[in-house]
């Protein structure tokens, strides 16, 4: 009987330690859980990204293993999507401006450094290093050998080089929407990124459903002078001409095949565009000198816009790719048919 007694006793105490014993080894348990880099954990749930970024010359196969966490971009467009996208504090750099950053950009772009520009608006290969980016994007002419590095070298650094789509010359609006998908999918912030373009859908909704009242013919003649004296650096084709077309507006040079063209003042007369409207930017001329320019010009005083002071002003960076794009669309609605025509 004393023996049964000190038995149970004995099975007793022998349970207590066992969960004891179990219950510390969960509690180290968790704490190693606890220490493993929360890197390791995004990059375990983190859905591998593939892609074919130009240069132009040739194209480079990227993938993409684990989120991006140290962006530099290197175009106003480009710096004004990952902040659309709440990107802010996975930007370590970023460069050229074309405008004003947008009011609810302004308080997350003033803690991102800023990238000196050198001469040819380009910055320091060492500068660029010094980031420790593993992204980077901008215009195309942004990454270089002399400023980025190759992008066969990016790569090999595990730097992810990335040229938006909808800068090619047959980008759309959607092309846009595509570019916001795939920098969600990189940066692995997908719902935001989906929440970005439905609010850009259904803001360029509202201007599409009226401009659907209105008969082809009846659209708006236009054309978007950029620069040049000689010649007008106007829009053609591509996605600040679709921009153009969900607007309501008619773009005397849509049929070409490149973004920007230089066109002779003749043929800017023979099609007599009914709205100039003149790009501002912040390294170009006073858009007031270009303005002023157009209305003095000898061979356009017979042209519509010019006699009827049908003159209007959008931000270069307004018909770049970006969440600009909604709102340069009612805008440009409201200077063919609206209010401020």
């Given amino acids: 009987m004393v023996k049964n007694k000190s038995l149970k006793r004995f099975l ?34 983190f859905e591998t990204i593939e892609f074919v970024y130009s240069d ?72 660029f290093l010094a980031t420790g980016a593993d992204f980077v994007s901008g215009w195309d002419m942004s990454i270089s050998e002399q400023t980025t590095g190759s992008p066969d070298e990016l790569i090999e650094k595990g730097i992810t080089p990335f040229l938006a789509a909808s800068y090619k010359s047959d980008a759309t609006i959607e092309t846009v929407y595509e570019d916001f998908e795939l920098l969600g999918k990189i940066f692995d912030v997908q719902d935001k990124a ?41 829009v053609g084709s591509g996605l600040a001409n679709n921009l153009i077309e969900l607007a309501g507006g008619n ?9 920007y063209i230089n066109a002779t003042w003749e043929s800017v007369v023979a099609e007599n565009p009914e709205v100039i409207i003149v790009t501002d930017y912040l390294a170009g001329s006073p858009v007031e000198e270009k303005i002023e320019f157009l209305k003095n010009h000898p061979a356009l005083k017979e042209v519509d816009a010019i006699k009827n002071d049908r003159i209007y002003v959008v931000g270069l960076a307004d018909l770049s790719p970006g969440v600009r794009n909604s709102q340069v669309i009612e805008k440009m609605y409201g200077y063919f048919y609206g209010e401020n025509k």
């Fill in 194 to 234: 989906k929440e970005v373009i439905d609010n850009m859908k259904d803001d360029i909704k509202v201007v599409t459903d009226k401009v659907g009242e209105v008969k082809d013919e009846n659209r708006v003649k236009m054309m978007v002078y950029d620069s040049g004296e000689d010649k007008a650096m106007a």
């Fill in 12 to 45: 007793a105490i022998l349970t207590i330690t066992g969960l004891s014993l179990s219950v510390v080894g969960c509690s180290n348990n968790s704490n190693n859980k606890s220490e493993t880099p929360a890197s390791s954990v995004e990059a375990s749930n």
């Fill in 56 to 127: 132009g010359a040739k194209d480079y196969d990227v993938k993409v293993d684990s989120p991006r966490k140290k962006a530099v971009t290197l175009s106003q467009f480009m710096t004004e999507m990952l902040l659309a996208l709440d990107l802010g504090d996975k930007m370590v750099g970023t460069a050229l401006l074309d405008n004003h950053i947008l009011p609810e950009f302004e308080e997350d772009y003033k803690k991102i450094p800023e990238l000196e520009v050198g001469e040819g608006h380009s910055i320091s290969k060492e500068a």
């Fill in 251 to 259: 773009n005397i040079f849509s049929d070409q095949n490149q973004p």
